[in-house]
């Protein structure tokens, strides 16, 4: 998803539950995910082209946009 430099760089490896956590916390660089649920679908998709894991992933997340972890 398209992002200025200091978000991407604030999101690093984190996975959507965190990147949202990450811009609620009121801790340091404060952003608004415009596109929360286009950002999880993106997400799923490349785990599931590229056979990722998904491991580390609330399931809760995914389905509140209408994706699943299978």
Known sequence: M???ARVNSSKGSAGPKDFLRRSNDGKGLEYEIV???E???RYHAVKIKYGLSFNANDSA???QCGTFIM
Do not use: I, W
């Open 61 to 63: 997340t995914f389905e």
């Open 39 to 41: 950002y999880v679908q």
């Open 35 to 37: 596109r929360y649920c």
């Open 2 to 4: 398209p992002s200025c």
